[in-house]
């Protein structure tokens, strides 16, 4: 009789290498972002292997002798549950074409395909629809509406300028802004610094991108082909999802920056024209520049990580330097400083 089991994969040596080989002999490459794994053991034989990263299901594979029965079944309701009791309302999986119709039987909801690569499926409580329904309010019925998607880890002046040139360019301006925890900065700040950063535009709305765009910390890799370019994938991935916000929020331009010495960021707005377009006009404009240096936020939290605080300044907005300076901003900077949150994310 089968059992679930933890591996405690980042503790003990054989357990990780018996974790990778059964993966491998699924074609499936190992990630180890994950917060925790599990296998489905027959006495000492591990039969199938699943992980968790926040709420999303990851690197779950089945020995070939047990697909087609209840081992996966199993197995995914196991780390459902796991993740409802860790306090998340929804689920998320992004697995192949061939198992999409195994996880829709466990109650799943496909939200958007990548060709033959990739599908990304959701189980909620509030899931996409209920998103979509929450942003349909904000709508502009008249005039040409834009996007633009930012992280702003934090939101600086370069950020600033690609906002106001869209405002110059569209009757009206919705700035998305990543939901997912997964930077330095936490998303209620980095959302609140956007809010500060753009209320004298009198044009610009500010909304979150809920969990329908994601970052690299968080999109898999470990199941698709090593030639496939994960870059492209994603940004396929991200933007037929945009396309279904775009055409209920009336948005039919989107504005991105250029990212010179960034050949992933090129190949990533490369993927976005093709899908996006000719629906919706990708527009990539060219970074603002200080001192002959592109900013950027890595470049903010590589000074703030040195202690130039005269570079900061130059670098972001009197609103963003504000909270950095603010006890609050003052005690995520120590943070970043001390190692406790990573400075490396975008």
Same mark, same amino acid.
């Given at each position: ?76 309701? %196991? ?11 929804? &689920? ?10 195994? %996880? ?14 990739? &599908? ?31 992280? =702003? ?19 009206? &301006? %919705?700035? %998305? ?25 009198? !044009? ?6 809920? @969990? ?26 991200? =933007?037929?999802?945009?396309? !279904?916000?775009?055409? &209920?929020? @009336? ?14 960021? =090129? ?29 950027? =936020? ?49």
């Amino acid at each position: 009789m089968s059992e679930i089991r933890r591996m405690h994969i980042k503790r003990y040596r054989d357990e990780y290498e018996q974790w990778v080989s059964f993966l491998n002999d699924a074609n499936i490459r190992h990630e180890d972002n994950v917060d925790y794994t599990y296998g489905v053991f027959e006495g000492d034989t591990l039969i199938a292997t699943g992980s968790i990263y926040q709420n999303i299901l990851k690197c779950i594979a089945v020995c070939k002798k047990y697909t087609g029965g209840g081992t996966l079944n199993q197995l995914i309701s %196991f780390l459902m549950n796991e993740v409802l009791d860790n306090g998340y309302t929804n &689920v998320y999986v992004y697995t192949k074409p061939s198992a999409v119709e195994s %996880f829709k039987y466990l109650g799943f909801k496909q939200i958007a395909a990548v060709g033959e690569d990739l &599908v990304f499926l959701e189980k909620a409580m509030n899931g996409f629809d209920r998103y979509l329904e929450r942003i349909e309010p904000y709508r502009k019925e008249t005039g040409v509406s834009a996007a633009i998607v930012m992280n =702003a880890n934090p939101f600086t002046k370069g950020h600033q300028y690609l906002v106001e040139y869209a405002t110059l360019h569209a009757d009206h &301006v %919705f700035v %998305f802004v990543l939901s997912e925890d997964a930077s330095a900065f936490p998303a209620h700040v980095r959302r609140n610094l956007v809010e500060k950063g753009t209320a004298h535009f009198a !044009n610009v709305t500010v909304l979150d991108t809920g @969990n329908y765009m994601v970052s690299n910390q968080t999109f898999p890799s470990y199941f698709l082909k090593e030639d496939v370019s994960v870059t492209a994938v994603q940004a396929a991935l991200d =933007a037929t999802i945009f396309k !279904n916000i775009a055409n &209920v929020m @009336n948005i039919t331009k989107r504005f991105v920056g250029e990212e010179p010495y960034s050949e992933a960021t =090129a190949i990533y707005n490369q993927a976005l024209k093709s899908v996006l377009e000719p629906e919706i006009r990708l527009s990539i404009i060219p970074r603002k520049e200080i001192t002959g240096n592109v900013i950027s =936020a890595s470049l903010v939290r590589k000074a703030l990580f040195e202690n130039d605080l005269e570079l900061v300044q130059k670098l972001v907005p009197t609103t963003t330097y504000d909270y950095l300076m603010s006890e609050e901003g003052q005690t995520l900077i120590s943070e970043i400083r001390n190692g406790g949150t990573s400075i490396g994310k975008i």
